[in-house]
């Protein structure tokens, strides 16, 4: 166990120690011991900074399950790292962010907390694992904790719905990526991430590639909220706000983003990736910024301004794995997405959490978060409106913030997508920049939206359930180093660019990069070029739309609820509940009839189907002996009685022909030299007729009932069927005997080994005689069974008498 | 010679035994039913004790004993329930 290790593990100690702490300190805060956890490691983790900058990676491995190739491997490399430091930053920002927002006396602190750091020690474990099955395993930790997460409040009906549609959309996903990574290791032959890269180039040639390819990208794509897999994240905002601002902006949902860009050397070899990943991408990014002006709660606006601009992290390294299909010189072009979508990443994280927490104090302080009553806090609350303004322009790509940066460096990556002509780009690649740029304007709209309708015109105090107030200097502190971050971050880009970024482009396109380094460099002021215009573009049709918003609203009425998403995913659930039901309902109807009629039905199709297709029939009469006249008249005698059972009128009729069928198989044991088999055969039919007529007396009167013709036809098919196949069976297992009998070995032995001269009884009780004591003992427990039976029913009987 | 009319004997026996059942399939009442069946079991203690003499063998000779006695139970058992309509009666505890 290395350092390294311990530090993916620290977390899950902890969440173990925090119920014990939460006891024995009641006074103080449980955050403030939670929040020493992710400060430990984020300063380990910067330790570990000046390797990576040197594009040095790390490698510690712990065995875990050697047979199955199961191995705890923990890799640290550019892009590991980053995702890392920004799970340990954030989580750091919010669990201090939480210990003001929680409240100490009303809230199950214990609860939030152990949740909370099971869910970052398993994002740890997601980004530095590379055994994929470690990965896998950690994925469903994320999974299971953001359902915790969630259904925080689980006294509301819309947390454990949103908990519940979080855990079916990810764990669908997580189910299929477990799928994606068996296929691979298939296909390599080891779980390792690193060694499946290394032999990328032959993967492709292989059969369940795409396959692997698919059942991985769905995972990725429910994780990160993609189109169409999006609807969980709006819902999953029923949460606590520091959830929504840790798990639902910076980190879960960024896992997916993850994990595309970690098995980009390996997928990206087809063009398919490109296209699936560039596309879904732009899709997303479209679709939720123009939802997300429909909204009308906070941090709904919030949830499809992630989803959307995941969209857009997600597109850009699908632009960016156009680079390993260029041909020609140069291909740091679009290699410069890469960069563009890691620059985005860290951006996004740094204003959208800074955002949420934003939301969270205006919810905390006014008690809504509803646009429509929310208005003119901008003198109550100065810092909040300070934080908000620059979090929001800077999502709306405005200079001089680093949102403004990332997204320069998308429409470029766009424009560049445009231009090429491999992959079939030529025809459709405009398709991205003008996607892109409508997306970005609405995107500016709702940024506005957020800003404007909250902070600017009259309060309506009359609304709000509180009255507003400025926050707490202790919940303002994580929002304030979040949004110093956006705008260091605005001004000097570079001081990224070489610790992380580069090193996180050298890990997503590790072959690309080492024949050809590319040097990310981000400038504010970059000539003016078509990206400049565009963005240009969007700040004026945006003022223009957002100054109009109330003319063009109208739009979002035209598509009926009854075709969206939300409302399909909701019809499938019931649709799968109803559709079970009714399927369990139709065959296990509880009639033994037709259970009957299953039972025989799949044995004698089963049965016929595989004689016929391994052509088993055989018949072979070498081995016959000949038929005398008196098997053939007791055959007959046999034949005729069991028929007529068949068409017996009245009951005691059929109990006497079961006798005779009884007695003329004793018969038959007599004609074929058993005498034992004979005298039991007499004695029990003797028995049994007699138990049917002690029975007949408390039997119904009998009525074939069933008259219809279905009915019967049925019966008679399974019945014929079933004796054909016996009939069948029988005939062709006594045609392949393939050696002899072991009866030889008991006519020579019986006297001389065990003393006795009936061969039937001294098998019955010296060679086999451990049948026989349990043949007894199933008749003791019939007797035993009857009489209790019997017993206890008369005594039920004489109780309520 | 004597094979033969063995076999004869065992013949008509089973002729007989077939018209026995004629009657317990046609057997108007059930008491003809019951005579039927008894009457098909002494039939065949005769075939029995034929086809031991045939097999030359005396291994079947308990069944002809046990064939009797069983004959008689479930004639009997037959004929309680048909008398009755119960083979065996409770005791006087109820």
């Not at chain 1, 449980?30 to 900074?49: A, E, H, N």
């Not at chain 1, 152990?114 to 530095?128: P, R, S, T, W, Y």
């Not at chain 1, 997580?174 to 296909?187: D, N, R, T």
């Not at chain 1, 940024?447 to 309708?453: A, D, R, S, T, Y």
Request: glycine share 8%; proline share 4%.
């Amino acid at each position: 166990m290395s350092m390294l290790h311990w530090s993916i593990l620290l977390p899950f100690i902890a969440a173990f120690c925090i119920p014990l702490t939460g006891k024995i300190t009641r006074k103080i805060h449980t955050g403030w011991f939670v929040l020493i956890i992710p400060v430990i490691i984020f300063t380990y983790l910067c330790t570990l900074l000046p390797t990576i900058k040197e594009h040095a990676t790390i490698m510690e491995s712990v065995s875990w399950i050697p047979s199955l190739d199961i191995s705890f491997d923990a890799y640290v490399d550019g892009l590991g790292l980053l995702f890392a430091m920004l799970i340990t930053g954030i989580g750091a920002l919010v669990i201090l962010y939480s210990v003001f927002y929680m409240n100490k006396e009303k809230e199950n602190l214990v609860n939030f907390y152990v949740f909370l750091l099971l869910f970052m020690g398993a994002m740890l474990g997601v980004v530095l694992s590379d055994n994929l099955i470690v990965l896998y395993t950690f994925w469903e930790f994320t999974s299971l904790s953001s359902f915790l997460l969630i259904g925080y409040w689980n006294d509301r009906k819309a947390s454990r719905y949103g908990a519940q549609k979080s855990l079916l959309i990810t764990f669908l996903g997580g189910l299929s990526m477990l799928g994606g990574f068996i296929a691979l290791y298939v296909m390599g032959d080891t779980f390792s991430i690193r060694e499946l890269i290394s032999m990328a180039p032959e993967l492709i040639q292989h059969p369940l590639f795409y396959f692997s390819m698919v059942l991985v990208l769905l995972g990725a794509f429910t994780k990160s909220a993609q189109f169409p897999f999006h609807i969980w994240l709006p819902d999953a905002m029923e949460a606590p706000t520091p959830v929504s601002a840790y798990l639902h902006s910076a980190t879960m949902v960024k896992a997916g983003i993850y994990l595309v860009a970690r098995l980009s050397p390996i997928f990206a070899l087809s063009a398919e990736w490109v296209w699936i990943v560039g596309l879904i991408g732009i899709i997303t990014l479209f679709w939720g910024s123009f939802n997300a002006i429909r909204q009308h709660d906070l941090k709904g606006i919030l949830a499809f301004s992630t989803v959307s601009q995941l969209g857009m992290i997600m597109s850009m390294l699908g632009m960016g794995a156009a680079a390993l299909h260029y041909t020609g010189n140069g291909s740091n072009v679009y290699m410069a997405a890469t960069a563009a979508a890691i620059f985005h990443l860290i951006n996004h994280a740094t204003f959208k959490g800074s955002l949420f927490m934003v939301v969270g104090i205006i919810d905390h302080e006014t008690g809504t978060r509803d646009i429509r009553k929310l208005g003119g806090l901008m003198t109550f609350m100065p810092i909040t409106f300070t934080i908000a303004a620059i979090g929001s322009f800077s999502m709306a790509g405005l200079p001089p913030f680093n949102g403004f940066l990332s997204k320069e460096m998308f429409f470029k990556s766009t424009l560049t997508i445009a231009n090429a002509d491999f992959l079939s780009l030529e025809t459709w690649g405009i398709l991205f920049p003008v996607i892109a740029w409508v997306a970005s304007v609405f995107t500016f709209v709702y940024c506005m939206i957020l800003f404007f309708k909250t902070f600017t015109g009259k309060a309506k105090l009359d609304q709000l359930p509180k009255k507003p107030h400025e926050a707490p200097i202790g919940m303002l502190i994580s929002p304030i180093v979040l949004v110093s971050l956006v705008i260091i971050w605005g001004l000097f880009p570079n001081m990224l660019a070489e610790t992380i970024i580069e090193p996180a482009v050298a890990a997503i396109q590790p072959v690309l990069y080492a024949a050809d380094p590319y040097h990310v460099h981000i400038s504010m002021w970059h000539g003016l070029s078509g990206e400049l215009w565009m963005t240009i573009g969007v700040i004026a049709l945006g003022i223009i739309l957002y100054k109009t918003y109330p003319a063009w609203t109208g739009i979002y009425k035209w598509m009926p609820k009854r075709y969206t998403l939300n409302s399909a995913y909701n019809k499938g659930l019931s649709w799968a509940d109803f559709g079970s039901n009714r399927l369990t309902r139709g065959y296990m109807n509880g009639n033994i009839h037709d259970y009957l009629v299953y039972i025989f039905g799949f044995t004698f199709i089963i049965l016929l189907y595989m004689m016929w297709r391994l052509d088993a029939f055989t018949i072979n009469t070498t081995s016959v002996t000949p038929i005398g006249v008196y098997e053939v008249i007791l055959a007959f005698i046999l034949v005729t009685a069991s028929i007529m059972i068949l068409f017996a009128k009245s009951r005691l009729t059929s109990i006497i022909l079961l006798g005779t069928v009884g007695y003329t198989v004793s018969l038959l044991f007599v004609l074929f030299r058993a005498p034992d088999l004979a005298l039991t055969q007499f004695v029990i039919e003797t028995v049994s007729t007699s138990l049917f007529l002690l029975c007949f007396y408390h039997l119904p009167k009998y009525k074939p009932k069933e008259k219809r013709m279905r009915f019967k036809v049925t019966n008679m098919v399974i019945a014929l069927g079933v004796g054909l196949t016996m009939t069948l069976l029988a005939l062709t297992s006594h045609s392949t005997k393939l050696f002899e009998s072991i009866s030889e070995y008991y006519k020579k032995v019986t006297y001389t080994e065990a003393g006795g001269e009936n061969m039937v009884n001294v098998i019955l009780v010296d060679f086999r005689g451990l049948d026989t004591m349990f043949e007894i003992t199933v008749l003791a427990i019939a007797a035993i069974g009857i009489y209790t039976m019997i017993k206890l029913r008369l005594e039920r009987r004489g109780g309520t008498e | 010679m004597f094979e033969i009319v063995l076999t004869l004997a065992l013949f008509i026996l089973t002729l007989s035994i077939l018209i026995s059942i004629y009657r317990l399939f046609k057997g108007p009442s059930m008491p003809d039913r019951v005579m039927a069946l008894d009457s098909i079991g002494i039939h065949l203690i005769s075939g029995v004790a034929i086809l031991s003499v045939l097999f030359r063998s005396h291994a079947f000779l308990d069944i002809i004993l046990l064939l009797g006695i069983l004959s008689f139970i479930g004639t009997i058992a037959f004929a309680r329930f048909i008398e009755r309509g119960v083979v065996i009666e409770r005791g006087n505890d109820q």
